[in-house]
């Protein structure tokens, strides 16, 4: 990744590596994936998309016993 200039690549790539982890963790965001909208304004983004509530806590879960280890 290139810092504050992202490329179509960079946006991919980290699509590629959220997606891996949240399969291991058993999290699946149907929606994730590149905003290809966003490259009008020369910043591609990762679109997380809308996820159904038991989704969103389980994904919480996971961020909260992820930030608690060492």
Do not use: C, N
Request: net charge negative; proline share 6%.
């Amino acid at each position: 990744m290139q810092g504050e200039h992202w490329t179509a690549e960079d946006s991919e790539a980290a699509v590629k590596e959220l997606r891996g982890a949240l399969d291991r963790a058993a999290v699946t965001i149907p929606s994730l994936g590149v905003d290809f909208g966003a490259f009008t304004y020369d910043q591609p983004l990762v679109e997380l998309g809308r996820i159904r509530p038991d989704i969103a806590l389980r994904l919480a879960e996971v961020i909260s016993r992820g930030a608690k280890q060492p």
